[in-house]
């Protein structure tokens, strides 16, 4: 299987000029893995490496594009430090994803910049909801339309511990296999769903796939043994970037990571046509929103 990870050797957030290498690489599927470009904590924010400071009931701590912190059991002192330390990396991110993608400024969408203070490997979740499987990110309750899912990760693990992840096969290979399962999509399913509100807006044909493509694969033991796959352990210190509606990943172990999400219409992209959305019309052989 041809490599899915670029690796870049930059120390600097700002990057000095775009490299069509690399645009195509993430827009391919593949996930840039940046080995020496650290988020650098303050002295004051070692403090908050600890899982305690999260609200059990919440799965991650973030913060929305207003500013409002959501998901700490911390205090008002370290909620404070909490915003700055996660308002920080969301600027530091930006910058990168601007620098790399200059053609991308003004078209993305922020979406709220997650701190992940658990370890990975003491999660207990459905095998839907377990991303220690492999998958493309799908949202059952948020249908999209095609809209892309770029992420930017940081490892701040302050003992040296890697994120390690699974990095699998090619979007269109993944598609190939399992758009034949696919359940067909029915239009009045997706009508009553949005009807009862478990879906937020109607889900088109695309969602659909997408969410079966993303059942299919997690749903699939034999597929998780042995599809085409990397065990890759993204260092201390270090940051990926990947379209993760695209590159198949699972999250196998590690703690203390800072993630931004930004959102992109396929049609902004430097190329559409390498898109997921592109893709599944292209094998479905009809428009799929």
């Known amino acids: 299987m041809e490599s899915q990870i670029i690796e870049i050797d930059l120390a600097d957030?700002?990057?000095?000029?775009p490299n069509q290498e690399?645009?195509?690489?993430?827009?391919?599927?593949?996930v840039l893995y940046f080995p020496h470009l650290a988020f650098e904590l303050l002295?004051?924010?070692?403090?908050l490496l600890t899982p305690e400071i999260r609200d059990p009931k919440k799965r991650n701590i973030s913060l929305d594009e207003r500013g409002h912190l959501k998901g700490a059991a911390a205090g008002v002192d370290n909620q404070l430090a909490l915003a700055l330390m996660i308002g920080r990396f969301?600027?530091?991110a930006q910058?990168?994803?601007y620098s790399l993608l200059p053609k991308y400024r003004g078209q993305l969408r922020l979406a709220p910049t997650s701190y992940r203070p658990t370890q990975v490997e003491t999660r207990t979740q459905s095998w839907r909801a377990d991303?220690?499987?492999l998958h493309v990110d799908a949202f059952p309750s948020r249908p999209n339309y095609g809209e892309r899912i770029l992420r930017v990760f940081c490892n701040i693990n302050p003992d040296g511990v890697p994120r390690v992840w699974r990095v699998g096969e090619p979007f269109e290979t993944v598609a190939a296999k399992f758009l034949p399962r696919a359940k067909p999509y029915s239009r009045w399913q997706a009508s009553a769903l949005k009807a009862l509100h478990v879906t937020k807006s109607l889900r088109s044909e695309y969602d659909h796939l997408m969410l079966q493509l993303h059942d299919g694969m997690k749903g699939d033991l034999e597929y998780q043994k042995n599809a085409g796959q990397i065990t890759m352990p993204f260092a201390a210190g270090s940051v990926w970037v990947c379209f993760s509606d695209q590159a198949s990943h699972s999250v196998m172990s590690g703690q203390y990571m800072l993630e931004q999400t930004l959102h992109l219409a396929a049609a902004k992209q430097y190329d559409p046509s390498s898109s997921p959305l592109a893709i599944l019309t292209r094998l479905a052989g009809h428009p799929l929103v």
């Open 22 to 30: 690399w645009i195509a690489g993430l827009e391919a599927g593949k």
């Open 90 to 92: 969301r600027e530091q």
């Open 131 to 133: 991303d220690r499987r």
């Open 13 to 17: 957030w700002q990057v000095n000029a």
């Open 95 to 97: 910058t990168l994803v």
């Open 43 to 47: 002295e004051s924010e070692l403090s």
